[in-house]
Each structure stands twice: as C-alpha cells, then as structure tokens.
C-alpha cells in the first residue's frame, strides 16, 4: 500500500507540476498575445507618422509656394511705391512751380491795380487842371 500511497503522491505532485507548466503556457501565450497586440499598434503609429510626415511635407511646399507668392507681390508692391513717391513728387514740384507763377500772376495784378489807380488819379488831376483853367478862361472872359 505504501506504493500505492506514493504513487498517489506522485501523481498528484505531477498534476501540480503539469497545472503549473499549464499556467506558466497560458500566461505566455497571453505575452505573446499582448505582444502581437503591441506591434500591431505601433505599425499603425508608423503608418500615422508616415502621413504626417506627409502632410508637412505638402504644409512645407504650400508654405515655399505662398513664400515665393508674397515675394513677387513685395516686388510689386516696392515698384508701385517707387512710382507713387515719384508722382508725388512730380506733383508736389508742378504745386510749387504754379504756386510761383501765381505769386508772379499776383504780383503782376498788383502793379497793374496801382498804376490803373495812378491812371486814374492823374485823369481826374487832369480833368479838374482843365476845368480850373477853363473856368479861370471863362471867369477872365466876364
């Protein structure tokens, strides 16, 4: 009986060991399993990456485009300055050469007003000389 009791040991101490070899495959199957799961993420991390990188590469080139974009209007805009300051300046010299014939035209205007006044002045000395001595003529007359 004594065999029959270690046999039974025997066995149960082989049930033990398998259970525990059962268990140790069950928890690398489920490593294995986590694992598979885990790589899985980071193909589609890598694929994520992939279209971003992508994307910033289309975001670079758009960015180059509107870059060289703006550049040309800058150029353009600098030459329609240069042209706006050159006729304003152009328009303030054309102001300041007619604000000088104006003064000149003035001037003019003024002398013409003061020997018209002068004209007049000496008509009606004239005027009045020739109606003293005529009243003068008439008055030694009677």
């Given at each position: 009986?004594?065999?029959?009791?270690?046999?039974?040991?025997?066995?149960?101490r082989?049930?033990?060991r398998?259970?525990?070899?059962e268990?140790k495959?069950?928890?690398l199957?489920?490593?294995?399993?986590a694992?598979?799961?885990a790589e899985?993420?980071?193909v589609?991390?890598?694929?994520?990456k992939q279209?971003?990188?992508?994307?910033?590469n289309n975001?670079?080139?758009k960015?180059?485009?509107h870059d060289?974009?703006i550049?040309?209007?800058?150029?353009?805009i600098?030459?329609?300055?240069?042209?706006?300051?050159?006729d304003?300046d152009?328009?303030?010299a054309?102001?300041?050469d007619?604000?000088?014939r104006?003064g000149?035209v003035?001037?003019?205007v003024a002398?013409?007003?003061r020997?018209t006044?002068?004209i007049?002045?000496?008509?009606?000395?004239a005027?009045a000389?020739?109606?003293?001595?005529?009243?003068?003529?008439?008055?030694?007359?009677?």
């Amino acid at each position: 009986m004594d065999n029959l009791t270690d046999m039974s040991a025997n066995s149960d101490r082989v049930d033990d060991r398998l259970d525990r070899i059962e268990s140790k495959i069950d928890k690398l199957s489920d490593a294995v399993i986590a694992i598979a799961r885990a790589e899985e993420r980071i193909v589609a991390i890598e694929a994520d990456k992939q279209d971003y990188w992508q994307r910033l590469n289309n975001h670079s080139k758009k960015i180059d485009e509107h870059d060289l974009a703006i550049t040309k209007a800058l150029g353009s805009i600098e030459m329609i300055e240069k042209m706006a300051n050159r006729d304003r300046d152009e328009y303030f010299a054309r102001q300041k050469d007619q604000g000088e014939r104006l003064g000149m035209v003035e001037k003019s205007v003024a002398d013409i007003s003061r020997t018209t006044t002068i004209i007049h002045r000496l008509a009606w000395s004239a005027a009045a000389g020739f109606i003293l001595v005529l009243v003068n003529q008439v008055g030694s007359f009677f």
